[in-house]
């Protein structure tokens, strides 16, 4: 494997020493914070050290997210790496939310459609983008509910309402869940892992009046069931 570019290198996120791999992803498959992230947004870009920011990344390789989301006990005031609580994981794509999980431990849960992962752009008074201030979002639902919306022809898709937030002050996030999918349905071709058993991609407007909020990132795949 190669080492980490000179980009890499010098991000707010993912430089430190102490976390930098020769074996660590190139381009898309690295996710890129917004500046003052992990802070919930750009006007609490003081309370995130750079200490906190070095050791936070997420990762994209052919069979797995690997990420680290870290913690600064003191805030600001954090002024040793020591005293960073990592809170590292790595999540194989053969796992929720990447595949359908199962249902009674015994057959994958996909009678409401294929888990969905997805990029949430922040919208105030429904047309005011505020992505510079807070970031993008990228949330995971169980399930896509087949495409069904909040109201009956417009607005948010459905699956909304039971998503959780995986990633928060995202920068250019549907970049990163393009180079997800791509490894997802290589994976998923290698493996035998169904296509309506893995999770699809999609760029949301969080918007309640705007029928074409869920965008589709990428293209199917060719793979057959």
């Known amino acids: 494997m190669s080492a980490p570019t000179q980009e890499q290198m010098s991000s707010i996120h993912g430089n430190s020493k102490y976390v930098l791999s020769a074996d660590q992803p190139q381009g898309a498959g690295v996710l890129q914070f917004m500046d003052f992230a992990p802070a919930p947004c750009s006007c609490c870009a003081c309370l995130a050290p750079k200490l906190q920011k070095g050791r936070q990344y997420a990762h994209i390789y052919d069979n797995r997210l690997s990420i680290n989301m870290p913690f600064a006990p003191c805030c600001c005031l954090t002024c040793d790496e020591k005293c960073i609580v990592d809170k590292a994981a790595i999540l194989y794509h053969d796992r929720p939310p990447a595949r359908a999980g199962m249902c009674c431990f015994v057959i994958p849960c996909t009678c409401c459609g294929p888990p969905v992962i997805f990029v949430s752009k922040p919208v105030c008074c429904c047309c005011i983008d505020m992505v510079p201030y807070f970031g993008e979002q990228i949330k995971t639902a169980p399930c896509n509910f087949f495409g069904l919306k909040k109201g009956c022809c417009c607005g948010g898709p459905c699956y909304m309402s039971c998503a959780a937030p995986m990633f928060m002050g995202v920068k250019n996030g549907a970049v990163f869940l393009d180079a997800w999918k791509t490894a997802l349905d ?25 029928h074409n909020s869920a965008q589709t990132i990428g293209k199917s795949g060719t793979d057959t069931e």
């Open 186 to 210: 290589q994976y998923g071709q290698k493996t035998g892992i169904k296509p309506s058993q893995r999770a699809i991609f999609e760029v949301v407007k969080d918007s309640e009046f705007d």
